[in-house]
């Protein structure tokens, strides 16, 4: 079968998922957007719903509709672009709850779905989602009398502890928000390792949850084994892959590895990946192509069926470091061939 294998170990993801609720002593939500950071959104919430989350954040109404359908009516499920045009049904139908960004946003939600749950996202100084303090002071008053469920914002900086935008984020935040009777949540992931001053009354971690920093005591949930299609011995002077870009110094047992760009092993990785024969450490050769990479196995005393990329030997922010990225885009990027076997909770 010349199928790479990803496999999501839902119990680590509860790990990791109970270990930053032990962090606080307030609510902690989970993120699961961009289908639980390529792990399945349906699998992550409901193992996650089962460890003890009540609260579930995705960033577009339309991926509330698989996900809803999976955890069924109960959970909150919270949306972080708001009440954009368009999802007034979609929002009424599966009872998400729209963080709202702007007065329009206010003003679409409140025709329309009068009294229906809605929250608040705040912006304060990131520059990208929620209302800035000037457009929040003239709605605060008529917001507040709606009876918002949450408010909310964003910290820019929180992998970067000692940054001077996190304290300038939180007291922003508190003089926004301090003396309104609502719940409030400031931290993702990295925010829950601040301390106490930044969780409020939820977190809402995403990162953390799938291994990746800033979580540094994070239990890995993925591993991605690569099929070896065929071996052959390269002789000293001989290329590898498009472009000659790697020529044999010595005899070189090369396999041929059955993954690529297009399952999201970024070209980027090539000049610095290695992939693991058991304790036996791979090199890539040559560049990543579409649907296959060179590793370099001669170091193997016996020839692998399979070559592990990500795992017990190397991290999805392993994988970000090579390709000059982060653990997230790696997880996001994750294509649709791989076989997805998942590890029961």
Avoid at 155 to 172: G, I, K, S, T
Wanted: charged residues 20%; proline residues 6%.
């Amino acid at each position: 079968m010349a199928q790479a294998v990803l496999t999501i170990d839902l119990s680590a993801l509860r790990s990791n998922w109970r270990s930053l609720n032990n962090m606080t002593g307030c609510e902690t939500a989970a993120v699961v957007k961009a289908d639980g950071y390529g792990c399945d959104s349906g699998r992550v919430a409901s193992a996650l719903l089962q460890e003890g989350a009540r609260t579930l954040f995705v960033a577009q109404t339309e991926e509330g509709i698989a996900l809803r359908k999976a955890v069924g009516p109960d959970p909150a499920i919270y949306v972080f672009s708001g009440h954009m045009e368009g999802d007034t049904a979609l929002i009424r139908d599966l009872n998400l709850c729209p963080m709202i960004n702007s007065i329009d946003q206010m003003v679409r939600h409140v025709e329309n779905l009068p009294g229906h749950a809605f929250g608040i996202q705040l912006d304060t100084g990131m520059n990208r989602l929620g209302m800035e303090d000037a457009e929040w002071t003239a709605l605060r008053d008529i917001a507040i009398s709606q009876n918002p469920v949450l408010l909310m914002s964003h910290l820019a900086c929180a992998d970067d502890p000692d940054h001077d935008m996190n304290p300038y984020q939180l007291a922003n935040f508190r003089n926004m928000t301090d003396g309104i009777n609502a719940p409030r949540s400031l931290s993702a992931t990295g925010g829950i390792l601040l301390g106490a001053d930044y969780h409020f009354d939820m977190t809402r971690p995403g990162i953390g949850l799938y291994g990746g920093m800033p979580f540094w005591d994070a239990l890995p949930v993925i591993r991605i084994d690569v099929p070896v299609i065929q071996i052959r011995d390269v002789l000293p002077g001989e290329s590898v892959g498009y472009g000659n870009t790697w020529i044999a110094d010595y005899p070189t047992r090369v396999a041929t590895i059955a993954a690529g760009y297009a399952d999201g092993i970024l070209r980027g990785m090539g000049p610095h990946a290695s992939l693991w024969a058991g304790d036996v450490q791979c090199p890539v050769l040559g560049r990543i192509s579409m649907d296959m990479i060179a590793v370099d196995v001669t170091a193997c005393s016996e020839q692998p069926d399979y070559l592990e990329l990500t795992g017990p030997h190397q991290s999805v922010d392993t994988l970000a470091d090579w390709a000059g990225t982060i653990g997230y885009e790696i997880l996001t990027s994750l294509g649709a061939r791989y076989a997805r076997r998942y590890i029961a909770p």
